[in-house]
Nanobody, 123 residues
């Protein structure tokens, strides 16, 4: 089992920045792919970014490229999502996920999920 705890959400004005953190504990040796997802009210949970836990290779959806950066610190078992130039449409609950080798954008790749952290961007 892997436990994931997100932090760093909050309220920010459009154009501002936030950094989300996801601390992993437990059987972290089983983690291969890490991802950040988000779910806005009334919408499905969608992928935002992914990173290979060992390789460090990153991937992003088009709408956040150039604004968001996913990174990891293996020594701290922590994944980050730096979010810059935030827009009201980025408002959502953000979830961290850990999973096996697979397609980073597919929810089925991920076996473990955090509880989520709210990000609200005001216009």
């Amino acid at each position: 089992q892997v436990q994931l705890v997100e932090s760093g959400g909050g309220l920010v004005q459009a154009g501002g920045s936030l950094r989300l953190s996801c601390a992993a504990s437990g059987r972290t040796s089983s983690m291969y792919t890490m991802g950040w997802f988000r779910q806005a009210p009334g919408k499905e949970r969608d992928v935002v970014a992914g990173i290979g836990w060992g390789s460090g290779i990153t991937s992003y959806i088009d709408s956040v490229k150039g604004r968001f950066t996913i990174s990891r610190d293996n020594t701290k078992n922590t994944v980050y999502l730096q979010m810059n130039s935030l827009k009201p449409e980025d408002t959502a609950v953000y979830y961290c996920a850990a999973g096996r080798v697979g397609v980073w954008a597919l929810p089925g790749t991920y076996d473990y999920w955090g509880q989520g952290t709210q990000v609200t961007v005001s216009s």
